[in-house]
């Protein structure tokens, strides 16, 4: 690990940086739902959120249909207004000056989308912040893009290849607002507004309100998952997590394996990792997980003002009553994942199931692609099929500096 981060280092020496082993292809109105980090409560075995978790909003039971909205004028003046603030980028001189110029953020339909991270509640300012923290050393690698990669990565590509890739992003968040306010309000209780229904015919409404699939108009089952098991492989290499959890994920949903480094290639993964962005970009273009039946367009969401609830709410929603599986982002700690022999970076894995396990703990249940003993035989192995302590795998998403999760 170098002493400077490898943005800095390629502003002062003016080279390439690091290389991709492939080609690469809003504020929202309810503020008062921000929460603090700091006073969510570790909640220790036995506590009062083991019973049975229905929905925040009352709902029917009809099939939603959450589709991709069409991109308005107003939409697509404010993603040129974005994409030419991009040329700060090249302009840019330090660590501070590159976080804040890569943070850029749209404001869709009442919702913040910012480059990188996904739909936030948090400000550009907040967001930059995180980009300069400084890293924390001496943890294995499995393969999400840290702060320095993600500046590292806008800073090295050509003005016409970035302004390429933030377009195809920003369009593609602009089409998936309306499942953002679905979400928000369906999850966290944000009202929706007066003329929702008229700007967004891509989703499903009922007289009632809003239509709702499979059980989300009742109580969720104790226990519930998809995807086989057998279709969860451990990664290849030290940095292809994000491809071995596209690879679960594309295989659930055609029924056919693909190797690794055919997602690898999709993905744009380099040594320094793959981006959540990407993943969700990839789910959304090469899956049938998208669909209106099953989850819509996938989406990033910055999860850093939802409390435990909310949080295990929407992994239910996700593989209950969608059937789709959930991109989870954390950080692996041991104090979280007690099967590490080491601390480790940020991650990706696999949400595909829940058990409410009402005499005890909450639990998530999840593919890990990590397996610290395929690269060091001395340390101990780690299974693909897990079922973990909810609140862990909750407090390991806070605890990555991004917050989000693909849903």
């Known amino acids: 690990m170098p002493a400077l981060p490898r943005f800095l280092a390629h502003q002062i020496a003016g080279g390439d940086g690091s290389r991709p082993l492939w080609g690469h292809p809003v504020t929202i109105a309810a503020a008062a739902l921000a929460l603090t980090l700091g006073v969510v409560p570790f909640l220790p075995d036995g506590d009062d959120d083991q019973g049975s978790i229905a929905p925040t909003a009352e709902t029917t039971e009809a099939p939603a249909a ?6 308005t004028r107003a939409m697509q003046a404010e993603i040129d207004r974005v994409l030419a603030e991009g040329s700060g980028v090249d302009r840019a001189q330090g660590r501070t000056a590159l976080a804040r110029a890569s943070v850029r953020c749209a404001t869709f339909d009442g919702q913040r989308y910012c480059l990188g991270f996904g739909w936030t509640n948090q400000t550009r300012e907040a967001l930059a912040a995180r980009l300069t923290a400084r890293p924390t050393f001496g943890r294995e690698r499995t393969g999400d893009l840290d702060a320095d990669a993600m500046v590292a990565r806008s800073s090295e590509r050509s003005a016409t290849a970035r302004t390429e890739a933030e377009r195809a992003e920003l369009t593609m968040a602009a089409q998936s607002v309306g499942k ?3 979400l928000r309000h369906e999850i966290q209780g944000v009202e929706l507004p007066a003329d929702f229904a008229a700007r967004h015919p891509e989703i499903a409404m009922s007289d009632t309100g ?7 108009g009742k109580k969720y089952p104790r226990k519930f998952s998809i995807l086989k098991e057998s279709r969860a492989l451990a990664q290849n290499q030290t940095y292809w997590c994000g491809p071995a959890t596209m690879q679960a994920i594309g295989w659930g949903s055609s029924k056919e394996r693909k190797n690794q480094s055919y997602w690898a290639r ?13 993943m969700v970009r990839v789910v959304n273009n090469k899956t049938d997980y998208d669909a209106r039946d099953k989850a819509g367009p996938y989406i990033v969401l910055d999860i850093s003002d939802f409390t435990f609830k909310q949080w295990y709410r929407l992994m239910m929603r996700h593989v209950h009553d969608y059937r789709a599986p959930v991109v989870l982002h954390p950080v692996l700690l041991k104090q979280y994942y007690p099967y590490l022999d080491d601390d480790a970076s940020g991650h990706f ?3 595909r199931g829940f058990d409410q396990n009402r005499k005890g703990s909450p639990q998530i249940g999840y593919f890990e692609p990590w397996d610290q ?3 060091d035989p001395s340390e101990p192995a780690i299974g693909r099929v897990q079922w973990r302590n909810a609140y862990r795998s909750y407090r390991a998403n806070l605890d990555h500096f991004q917050h989000n999760v693909g849903v």
Request: glycine share 20%.
């Open 349 to 351: 894995q696999v949400g």
């Open 210 to 216: 809003t239509d709702a699939r499979g059980g989300f």
């Open 180 to 182: 953002v306010w679905m």
């Open 373 to 375: 003993s395929r690269f």
């Open 66 to 71: 959450v589709g991709r909205g069409r991109v």
């Open 266 to 278: 999709r993905l744009g993964t380099t040594t320094d990792g793959t981006a959540i962005t990407d």
